[in-house]
């Protein structure tokens, strides 16, 4: 896709195909498991959450995370250790009430956001040029060239973070 059809996209909003709509759901579902393994979807949730607080400016406590997203303490205290233990937050303790603790992004998850935002693109991109395709042709792939698709979207898919 070109930057000018891109941009063109992001300027008048995009009306994507139902079967298109479908296709960026499971890659961007595939992209995640590919990346980080077989994880609940509320570890994505907790993530991406601490990710957005943390680009405004305001890292977040465990507890912010627990009412941000609905999820029961214990799945998110296992979600952040997980996270901990990746090296993609770090815990501070916050200077105006030394009581909380804050889950800063490190260096680390700063990279992997950037990497992340830039397979969403990549992904969008692809997306796009599969839904013009789709609206100029129709949808005539059979289930065989589909499925020979999501068979090498899984050879080429990340390795996962160790």
């Known amino acids: 896709m070109t930057n000018s059809k ?4 992001h300027q008048q909003g995009v009306s994507l195909t139902p079967g ?4 960026v759901f499971w890659r961007i579902l595939h992209l995640m498991i590919a990346r980080y393994g077989n994880h609940p979807m509320g570890q994505a949730l907790v993530a991406l959450t601490m990710v957005f607080l ?6 977040p406590t465990l507890t912010d995370l627990c ?15 997980w996270q901990l233990s990746q090296g993609l937050v770090k815990e501070t ?27 969403l693109e990549k992904l969008f991109g ?4 599969l839904d013009e395709k789709m609206r ?12 020979e698709t999501m ?11 160790r």
Request: proline fraction near 5%; charge should be positive.
């Open 54 to 59: 943390n680009e405004r400016g305001m890292p």
């Open 136 to 147: 100029s042709e129709g949808d005539q792939r059979d289930a065989d060239e589909i499925l």
């Open 151 to 161: 068979k090498d979207l899984t050879r080429n898919a990340p390795k996962r973070i």
């Open 6 to 9: 891109r941009d063109g996209m």
């Open 67 to 81: 009412e941000a997203t609905g999820l029961p303490k214990a799945s998110v205290s296992r979600y952040v250790t």
């Open 20 to 23: 298109a709509q479908m296709s």
């Open 93 to 119: 303790i916050d200077p105006n009430d030394r009581r909380r603790r804050l889950l800063v992004q490190t260096r680390k998850g700063k990279a992997e956001w950037r990497w992340q935002t830039q397979q």
């Open 126 to 129: 692809e997306v796009g040029d």
